[in-house]
């Protein structure tokens, strides 16, 4: 079973708005990461938050974590056409070694 | 881009045959997973290494062997296919421990008829 899942499944917006996913997850965890892929492509690393951490930025991006909740947001501003792809999260699934396990993503149209 | 390649990138094969998928790396990078994507179900890990020689079962390993016999190359088998193993499938490395990040290869396609 997945250790996180992200909501919404699909997300449709227009150029120049902000796109927000959200990702759940059921255990304790060490770090999130978020990750992007384009139709017919390999995974792309975006961002790694820390469960010590509560918000991170790496230029459009902005990735929160709520341990307490056990959720984090994936924040894109500004989105472009190109921002067009599916965002998986990613958690660690047991302590001691790194085993990413993905939901079932999030699927981001952007319309120009 | 990170150093890893799979092969071959497409392949069609026949029920009842033997598979076996190739992922290379030249990043020296001591842990790499297999997993599968699947309409409706995103990415399931299939077998993972930790080392050469160090290998365990994911979440949806029953069909699936897999081999580490050098750092660089990791090896997933389907010993019969089936058409349920229609999937395209990835591997990723990563460095270890909590703080590292994966990196992908741009996935194998495979038709199992």
């Known amino acids: 079973s997945q250790q996180g899942e992200e909501d919404p499944q699909a997300l449709s917006i227009q150029e120049g708005e902000n796109a927000t996913m959200n990702c759940s997850y059921k255990?304790?965890?060490?770090?999130l990461q978020w990750y992007r892929q384009n139709s017919g492509r390999g995974l792309v690393h975006l961002i790694l938050i820390r469960s010590n951490e509560r918000e991170k930025h790496s230029g459009r991006l902005r990735v929160t974590l709520d341990t307490s909740k056990k959720s984090s947001s994936l924040l894109i501003t500004a989105s472009r056409a190109a921002d067009t792809a599916s965002y998986f999260c990613?958690?660690?699934?047991?302590?001691?070694?790194?085993?990413?396990?993905f939901g079932r993503g999030t699927s981001l149209i952007v319309h120009p | 881009d990170a150093g890893i390649t799979q092969s071959p990138r497409h392949k069609v094969t026949e029920t009842g045959t033997p598979v076996t998928l190739r992922c290379h790396q030249t990043?020296?990078?001591?842990?790499m997973y297999w997993y599968r994507q699947d309409p409706g179900h995103g990415l399931r890990l299939i077998h993972y290494s930790y080392g050469v020689k160090d290998t365990d079962k994911g979440e949806v390993s029953d069909g699936y062997s897999v081999s580490r016999s050098k750092t660089e190359d990791f090896l997933l088998t389907l010993e019969s296919a089936t058409s349920s193993q229609t999937s395209v499938y990835f591997c990723?490395?990563?460095?270890?421990?909590?703080?590292?990040?994966?990196?992908f290869g741009q996935g194998t396609r495979l038709t199992v008829v």
């Open positions: 990613a958690t660690d699934a047991s302590g001691g070694s790194y085993i990413p396990t």
């Open positions: 990043e020296n990078h001591r842990y």
């Open positions: 990723a490395i990563s460095r270890q421990g909590a703080d590292t990040e994966a990196f």
């Open positions: 255990t304790s965890i060490n770090n």
